[in-house]
Nanobody
Framework: QVQLVESGGGLVQPGGSLRLSCAASGSIFSINAVAWYRQTPGKQRVLVGRIISGGEPYYEDSVKGRFTLSRDNAKNTVYLQMNSLEPEDTAVYYC???????????????WGRGTQVTVSS
């Protein structure tokens, strides 16, 4: 099994920055893709950014140029650097990894529990 733990959320003023981290642990054979999603009350979880191994990062239009997704393969950790934050970025942010556990034939989706980001003055 694979466990994901997010950190780095909090309260920030508009125009500020935060960096979210997501560390994967457990019996990991490989990580095929990493992503961050966000969700606000009463709405569906939406994709913020994603990196598929060997591919270019994808970003949702509203965060392009402000958010940067990166990964440290040696640490099995993915980051989301968020700059020029806006009140509309307020949400619970969830880490997602498509990973293959040791002994498994196929990769599956794993999720973190989420971290709250609040942008407010």
């Amino acid at each position: 099994q694979v466990q994901l733990v997010e950190s780095g959320g909090g309260l920030v003023q508009p125009g500020g920055s935060l960096r979210l981290s997501c560390a994967a642990s457990g019996s990991i054979f490989s990580i095929n893709a990493v992503a961050w999603y966000r969700q606000t009350p009463g709405k569906q979880r939406v994709l913020v950014g994603r990196i598929i191994s060997g591919g270019e990062p994808y970003y949702e239009d509203s965060v392009k140029g402000r958010f940067t997704l990166s990964r440290d393969n040696a640490k099995n950790t993915v980051y989301l650097q968020m700059n020029s934050l806006e009140p509309e970025d307020t949400a619970v942010y969830y880490c997602n990894m498509k990973a293959r556990a040791v002994g498994s034939l196929w990769p599956v989706d794993y999720w973190g529990r989420g971290t709250q980001v609040t942008v407010s003055s």
